[in-house]
């Protein structure tokens, strides 16, 4: 094979292996997301303890995250100070255990498919929280977006066979303190410079995020467990799901890193029509043709969202060339210019 030849195997390798790093992550949060369900609904394994499962997750997750990283030394931890620590990585962990507590919760009360459709606001309380902190300027066609969007959700909410009110209000507060925390990070860390991938992020925040929630669970959960003497603690159930929690960390590294986020929203969309497809077909949830008008209406607004955002960083990028090449082409001139006088002062000489 030519030069040709070998520049479309490149190619292909690197579509190649971008779609299996796609594969690889919608498998893995599809797996968790029906693990997850399957551990805490009643009708399944039945153990409705969702502050015990998210902190044996953070316990999994911290633990292996420090074996990578001070002991196998894969991925360089991020210099750290007690200040800074104490400011931004811990509020960052308050509101990461309140939003895994929250959505954990709203497995034992509501369908798969149904939470999937309520997720579609993650956009909207992202954008409306950050025009509350002034990381996102108003803008009323994206605010009239963010309402075609709303409104989806509004439309599936009533479609829904299985309503469940407090369940609804779980998953709103689980999607509210996620959303907070992802403009949180953009204010406390990346405004300082501080960029934290998957791993060096849980070894941080999942030791935070695990005392944050021991207060909760000796509380709530804690008091039940000691009089269920008939619970044995299942390695095999809990080490698997951990191990998958924690593959879709390196995953979401992986994705983000060899691909970009936006490929990562692009996934999620297809790995949100899956799990509705896999709730109505195996698990049985009952999902209406109400239901998947308004999460149609909702999907379109997020696809437009996200359309918007690309070509927004599109236009940037060009900016950012069209300023540097701006710069090049006049330190060009001024050396050519330097030139000239050199050589026109030697020629006078």
């Given at each position: 094979?030519g030069?040709?030849?070998?520049l479309?195997d ?12 796609v594969?690889?992550?919608i498998?893995?949060s ?9 551990i ?12 015990s499962l998210?902190?044996i997750?953070m316990?999994?997750?911290a ?23 104490l400011?931004?990585?811990v ?17 034992i ?5 149904f939470?999937?459709?309520?997720k ?16 996102d300027?108003?803008?009323s ?7 075609s969007?709303?409104?989806?959700v509004a ?10 009110s407090?369940?609804v ?8 303190f996620?959303a907070?925390?992802?403009?949180m ?8 410079g501080?960029?934290?991938n998957p791993?060096t ?12 929630l021991?207060v909760p ?19 095999v159930?809990?080490?698997?799901n ?5 593959a ?17 929203n ?9 799990l509705?497809a ?8 009952t ?12 999907f379109?607004?997020?696809?437009y ?5 690309l ?12 300023a ?7 330190r ?15 020629s006078?000489?």
């Amino acid at each position: 094979m030519g030069k040709g030849g070998s520049l479309s195997d490149s190619v292909i390798k690197k579509i190649l292996l971008s779609y299996t790093y796609v594969a690889i992550w919608i498998f893995l949060s599809f797996t968790v997301i029906v693990y997850n369900k399957y551990i805490l609904d009643k009708k399944m394994y039945n153990w409705p303890f969702p502050i015990s499962l998210t902190m044996i997750h953070m316990s999994f997750c911290a633990t292996l995250a420090f074996l990578l990283i001070k002991v196998f030394k894969v991925v360089e931890p991020v210099s750290m100070s007690r200040e800074l620590y104490l400011s931004s990585v811990v509020p960052i962990g308050a509101l990461y255990s309140l939003s895994l507590w929250l959505s954990n919760s709203a497995y034992i009360y509501l369908s798969v498919s149904f939470i999937q459709m309520l997720k579609a606001l993650m956009p909207v309380a992202v954008y409306s929280i950050g025009v509350l902190f002034k990381k996102d300027s108003f803008k009323s066609d994206t605010m009239f977006n963010m309402l075609s969007i709303s409104l989806g959700v509004a439309i599936a909410a009533y479609g829904e066979a299985r309503f469940d009110s407090w369940g609804v209000i779980l998953q709103l507060g689980a999607v509210a303190f996620e959303a907070t925390r992802l403009v949180m990070i953009q204010i406390l860390l990346t405004s300082k410079g501080i960029t934290l991938n998957p791993i060096t992020s849980l070894y941080y925040v999942a030791p935070c995020c695990l005392v944050f929630l021991l207060v909760p669970w000796i509380f709530v959960e804690f008091p039940i467990l000691k009089e269920t003497s008939s619970f044995h603690f299942d390695f095999v159930i809990f080490g698997t799901n951990s191990f998958c929690a924690f593959a879709l960390n390196l995953a979401v590294f992986l994705l983000v890193g060899k691909t970009s986020a936006l490929t990562m929203n692009v996934a999620g969309v297809v790995k949100d029509w899956l799990l509705i497809a896999f709730s109505w077909s195996v698990i049985k949830d009952t999902v209406t043709p109400i239901n998947l008008f308004g999460y149609g209406l909702a999907f379109l607004g997020v696809a437009y969202y996200n359309h918007s955002k690309l070509q927004a960083l599109k236009a940037k990028e060009a900016q950012k060339k069209t300023a540097q090449a701006d710069e090049e082409a006049g330190r060009l001139l001024e050396e050519r210019e330097g030139e000239g006088t050199g050589k026109k002062s030697e020629s006078q000489n």
